[in-house]
T-cell receptor, first 115, second 111 residues
Framework: DSGVTQTPKHLITATGQRVTLRCSPR?????VYWYQQSLDQGLQFLIQ???????AKGNILERFSAQQFPDLHSELNLSSLELGDSALYFC??????????????FGEGSRLTVL | SQQGEEDPQALSIQEGENATMNCSYK?????LQWYRQNSGRGLVHLIL?????REKHSGRLRVTLDTSKKSSSLLITASRAADTASYFC???????????FGPGTRLSVLP
């Protein structure tokens, strides 16, 4: 158990809808990262937050947004969903905002299926 | 584009054999990390090697880093069926931005 909690574990929805994925980082970790993993794209970095502030942005679509709240949990909002958004969405956390000095702890992911 | 690229994409070996996976990257790095992912599960950190290190060991894992060739290798010795998983290398640039993973190597260890 990594200590990172993601909900929901599975989500099935229709095209055009909006969903929210939630992540609770490990106790004491200030940084949260979101990744998308699909079969044909591998693990894509979406966005990173550190102590409530956006720290880095990767290949995140404009239809997607995220935030980190004062209690350090984070939410990833996906809107106007398309079939291609079907994927595993992972949240990871680290103690500080610099993964290159330490490891990331991953949650078990939220599997999104868009029909 | 991905910073790290693993090679091979897939590897199938018999239990007891050694498995070697390679990772190449493009820009200067602070360190390189290897992660493991069992099918459909979250990634688990295996080992981190800093840019000033050449080799590191952890149990049955041996990682090497060649910064002149911008490459790293992960060796799993005496493999077990439980080692069946995907293995990813990950790097971040010296500015701490864009911590990215390669596409991974799928390792199958046959009993």
């Amino acid at each position: 158990d990594s200590g990172v909690t993601q909900t929901p574990k599975h989500l099935i929805t229709a095209t055009g809808q909006r969903v929210t994925l939630r992540c609770s980082p490990r106790s004491g970790d200030l940084s949260v990262y979101w990744y998308q993993q699909s079969l044909d794209q591998g693990l894509q970095f979406l966005i990173q937050y550190y102590n409530g502030e956006e720290r880095a942005k990767g290949n995140i679509l404009e239809r997607f947004s995220a935030q980190q709240f004062p209690d350090l949990h984070s939410e990833l909002n996906l809107s106007s969903l398309e079939l291609g958004d079907s994927a595993l969405y992972f949240c990871a956390s680290s103690v500080d905002g610099r993964p290159f000095t330490g490891e990331l702890f991953f949650g078990e992911g939220s599997r999104l299926t868009v029909l | 584009s991905q910073q790290g690229e693993e090679d091979p994409q897939a590897l199938s070996i018999q239990e007891g054999e050694n498995a070697t996976m390679n990772c190449s990257y493009k820009t200067s790095i602070n360190n390189l990390q290897w992660y493991r992912q069992n099918s459909g599960r979250g990634l688990v950190h295996l080992i981190l090697i800093r840019s000033n290190e050449r080799e590191k060991h952890s149990g049955r894992l041996r990682v090497t880093l060649d910064t002149s060739k911008k490459s790293s290798s992960l060796l799993i010795t005496a493999s077990r069926a439980a080692d069946t998983a995907s293995y990813f290398c990950a790097t971040g640039d010296n500015y701490g931005q864009n911590f990215v993973f390669g596409p991974g190597t799928r390792l199958s260890v046959l009993p």
